[in-house]
């Protein structure tokens, strides 16, 4: 049994994570439920609420117990609102910081991080290694990029060990998580299919892609959540995607998802976004060798959950 702290445990992708340890495993959680919802974590979970920015309430919540790993998901993740909002994005990096710190003072010698594909900017091939150059192209995927040599940093002078880990495009559902500020794809058709939104703003079709739009690999949190129980165990600190190996373009997708609700979906073409690379795919042959890892879920799954979701709701 490993003493887990899973900071962020209280969000989407914590929430599936802290579930699964459970049960196997000694599980506290940190949350400020700016966005987390504390009834989607079981009853044997210690729940902590406060900020990562408050170091005197990472010092209380430390002194509670010994923890083994500290799991790091608390962050804002809206790249678009990065660009505007340097300040507010900073606070990803001053909580890493802070964290970082107060390991070292408590003697906690583990950490796995949530880092993100964001960290590769505007890559020059299709299928991404994880020692492609790293050059973010928003100031989001800066503070993940500055996050993860911040943890380089620790693990040479304080000993602290990580198992970072760079995430695709994470989707589908498995405790019934509904985005309150949707900014990704998937629960943006879903609000489309449920006629909260008009339609669906298709960011340029005039990519070298196969149909024209952007192409990505997206990856089910339930499959994202087991690689972070397999990331208890890796002896040897590293940097690992997860992804599947695979890429769907945006029509592609819409043509899922209007399989699985039965409706057609409105979308309109408009302009590029800026920083949005033609194709975004993990190579994902290093988190299968040192994790032991692959996905199971298809696409299919991945929006048959999500909609699934939004229809109780
Ligand atoms: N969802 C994705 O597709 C994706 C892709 C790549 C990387 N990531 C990263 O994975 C992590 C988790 O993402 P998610 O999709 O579950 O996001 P989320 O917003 O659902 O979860 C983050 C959680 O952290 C909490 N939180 C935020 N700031 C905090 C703070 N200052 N103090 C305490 N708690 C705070 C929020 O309340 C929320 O519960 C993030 O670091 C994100 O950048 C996500």
């Known amino acids: 049994m490993v003493n887990v702290l899973v900071i962020g445990g209280a969000g989407y992708i914590g929430s599936v994570v802290s579930n699964k340890l459970v049960g196997d495993h000694d599980v506290s959680v940190i949350d400020n439920l700016s966005k987390g919802v504390k009834s989607l974590l079981p009853g044997e979970v210690s729940f902590y609420e406060g ?26 993740k809206d790249a678009g609102e990065s660009m505007r909002d340097l300040a507010k994005y900073s606070q990803n990096i001053i909580g890493t910081i802070n964290i970082l710190n107060v390991m070292v003072e408590f003697g906690v010698k583990k950490i796995v991080f949530s880092s993100s594909a964001a960290v590769y900017g505007e890559p020059g091939q299709k299928v991404i290694s994880e020692d492609h150059l790293v ?9 993940k990029l500055e996050s993860e040599r911040l943890i ?21 559902d498995s405790l019934g998580y509904i985005d309150p500020f949707a900014s990704n794809i998937f629960p943006i058709i879903c609000e489309v299919l449920s006629g909260k939104r008009k339609s669906l703003e298709v ?16 990856i089910h949190v ?31 997708l819409i043509k899922v998802f209007e399989k699985v609700s039965g409706k057609k979906i409105s979308f309109e073409v408009v302009g590029r976004r800026h920083g949005d690379p033609a194709s975004l795919i993990a190579s994902n042959k290093k988190a299968e060798k040192v994790l032991g890892w692959v996905p199971v879920h298809d696409l299919e799954s991945m929006a048959g959950s999500t909609w699934d979701a939004y229809k109780k709701n």
């Open 222 to 252: 339930s499959d994202l959540a087991d690689a972070h129980i397999k990331a208890l165990s890796v002896k040897d600190s590293c940097v690992v995607n997860l992804g599947s190996s695979k890429g769907y373009s945006v029509l592609e």
């Open 203 to 218: 960011f340029g079709d005039d990519y070298d892609t196969r149909d024209g739009t952007c192409i990505r690999d997206y």
């Open 51 to 76: 900020d990562i920015l408050d170091v005197e309430f990472l010092r209380k919540v430390f002194s509670k117990k010994n923890f083994d790993v500290v799991m790091h998901f608390a962050a804002l």
């Open 152 to 172: 380089k940093w620790y693990h040479k002078q304080k000993g602290i060990d990580f198992v970072v880990l760079r995430y695709f495009n994470v989707a589908g």
């Open 135 to 143: 050059n973010p192209v928003n100031f989001y995927g800066f503070t």
